[in-house]
């Protein structure tokens, strides 16, 4: 009768905490709902429940962790990461994330790149963890190394496209403007209906507006710098080229901004094709030898009113339905491709 007494009790005791601990999931859930819409502080609320009933709760902590950043609190952030980062869980990178951007956004910017190149000896096939000692670097002009620790990231994950746009504008500071445009023109094929989409294509025609302006009579040429690589030059000097040719032809002047991008990127990636560029440049890996695939299988026209989507949405597609047999094939192509 005592045995099964304490059978009896021993499972009263292990229902009472599965009971509770299915509370605290459903408050930490309940508040990630909250936080998925915004409401940072009615989520921290909740977590601030679960950790009444259960005080350790790692997630519930990294939520917390994860609501302060939002909330540019940044000494709580780094509190609740950095205790979660302690116990080395499930959470832990994650944590190691928000720890980092905590520390950088909290003026501890130099501790912030001790914190990422500390965690990266542990984890260096993390490509988050580069891409955001790149944006430190890229924050303090540390130019040179930021583009290194982005070329990783996207070495790492290629589909990462926060790291092209970062990437992007790293060359431009650099004033290499045709490495600025090859990551717009890749994170506009994998990111079509967002404001970033918007703003990275108007980035695109900006670009092609400047590469060359009228003085006087005459059409002036802007050519950026790309160093001692020659196929990089010729690309580059390209691209100025196309421009002042669009600028000196009246039809091609005129022609409206969806088509006249068309038109002008065509133009660049049949050059692409044309030029040799090092085997090694990280450009020429990540992005000129997809685009050339691309140019080899007649894409590229297709493609680049697939891209004009995100501004030009009713012109891009009544063009896509009365070429639907090209644009299918594109998209088929594009499948091959993943």
């Not at 902590?61 to 540019?72: G, N, R």
């Not at 930021?146 to 990437?167: D, G, P, T």
């Not at 092609?208 to 009228?214: D, E, L, P, V, Y």
């Not at 421009?243 to 022609?255: G, H, I, L, Q, V």
Request: net charge negative; proline share 1%; hydrophobic share 40%.
């Amino acid at each position: 009768m005592k045995k099964f007494s304490l059978i009896v009790l021993g499972w009263m005791i292990f229902c009472s905490a599965f009971a509770q601990q299915e509370e605290v999931d459903n408050l930490i859930e309940q508040g990630v709902v909250l936080q998925s819409h915004g409401l940072y502080n009615d989520a921290l609320t909740k977590y601030n429940q679960a950790l009444a009933k259960d005080k350790n709760n790692l997630r519930a902590k990294y939520e917390m962790a994860y609501a302060y950043l939002q909330l540019e609190n940044w000494d709580d952030a780094i509190y609740y990461s950095f205790e979660v980062i302690k116990e080395k869980s499930a959470y832990y990178l994650e944590s190691c994330l928000i720890y980092g951007a905590a520390l950088d956004y909290n003026g501890k910017t130099k501790g912030a790149i001790r914190f990422y190149k500390k965690i990266l000896k542990e984890h260096p096939n993390e490509y988050l963890l580069h891409y955001n000692l790149a944006l430190v670097y890229y924050k303090i002009d540390q130019i040179e190394e930021a583009e290194k620790c982005v070329e990783k990231a996207i070495q790492l994950n290629k589909l990462h496209m926060s790291s092209h746009l970062l990437l992007s504008s790293i060359m431009q500071v650099k004033g290499e403007r045709l490495k600025s445009m090859l990551p717009l023109y890749y994170f506009l094929l994998f990111e079509q209906d967002s404001k970033r989409s918007i703003d990275a294509y108007n980035q695109l025609q900006n670009i092609w507006t400047h590469s060359a302006m009228h003085k006087g009579n005459s059409i002036a040429i802007s050519v950026g710098l790309n160093g001692s690589n020659a196929g990089m030059s010729a690309l580059e000097l390209g691209v100025g080229t196309i421009a002042a040719t669009y600028m000196m032809d009246e039809e091609k002047n005129e022609s409206e901004g969806l088509k006249r991008m068309a038109d002008q990127t065509q133009d660049l990636f049949t050059l692409m094709k044309e030029v040799k560029v090092e085997e090694l440049d990280f450009f020429a890996i990540t992005y000129i030898d997809f685009f050339n695939l691309l140019t080899h299988n007649e894409h590229e026209y297709v493609y680049s009113y697939y891209i004009s989507n995100c501004v030009y949405k009713e012109k891009v597609l009544a063009w896509l339905t009365e070429n639907n047999g090209p644009f299918s094939e594109f998209m088929e192509w594009m499948e091959l491709q993943q």
